[in-house]
């Protein structure tokens, strides 16, 4: 099983994690047994995962045997649902009508939300959103979607999925080096889709 940063995974109850998690976490566990892929070293076998709990500070990191989680739930295949609150679907709908064609999906709150059917987000809530580029994506292009993404209901957080790691949209429309986000932590790069 091959699970992506951002991926979400549905956790066996009985799954032993790699870290002894506090009781928030624990409580999160048991309401909702999902998790979200990390992007961090890993040994085979093993996936690092984040739980989340109710409040926003509250996220433990730790690592599952691959044996204990269900198949992968990558955003993208939560792009075509859309959250109960109205705000965030609409915005979610204009999203899917700038991204024709493109390998997109929500990650974060509502990722999560739409992938367990566990509401956790509320009416602040940000979109937030992973677009796969493997192949450039021209700056010009990249603010043209910061843009439109910046006039809608709910405020947006794009991640470009590039072959360097995590870069975010607003970063690489706006010109110079970008803050990469790798497994082995954030790097600065001129060019996100250059050889390493």
């Known amino acids: 099983m ?21 009781g928030w976490a624990s409580a999160s566990l048991a309401a909702c047994p999902w998790g979200v892929v990390r992007r961090a070293p ?25 044996g204990a989680v269900g198949r992968p739930v990558p955003p993208e295949e939560l792009r075509e649902l859309r959250p109960g609150r109205s705000r965030l679907a609409v915005t979610l709908t204009a ?6 064609g493109v390998a997109w ?18 009416p602040e809530s940000d979109l ?8 450039r994506l021209e700056r010009a292009r ?6 439109a993404f910046a006039g809608l209901p709910a405020r947006v957080d794009c991640q470009l999925e590039t072959p360097r790691g995590g870069v975010g949209l607003t970063d690489w429309a706006g010109g110079g080096p970008v803050l990469a986000r790798t497994d082995h932590g954030p790097e600065l790069v001129d060019d996100p889709w250059a050889p390493a």
């Not at 990249?142 to 843009?147: G, K, M, Q, W």
């Open 142 to 147: 990249a603010a043209r979607l910061a843009a």
């Open 2 to 22: 091959t699970a992506r940063p951002h991926d979400l995974l549905r956790i066996d109850a009985s799954a032993a994690l790699g870290t002894v998690p506090p």
């Open 42 to 66: 890993h040994t085979p076998g093993l996936i690092l995962i984040g739980v989340r709990g109710p409040e926003r500070w509250q996220r433990h990191a730790t690592v599952v045997h691959a």
């Open 95 to 100: 999203v899917a009508a700038e991204l024709r």
């Open 105 to 122: 999906g929500p990650t974060g709150s509502v990722g999560f939300e739409l992938a367990s059917a566990h509401p956790v987000t509320h």
């Open 128 to 135: 937030d959103l992973l677009i796969r580029t493997p192949r």
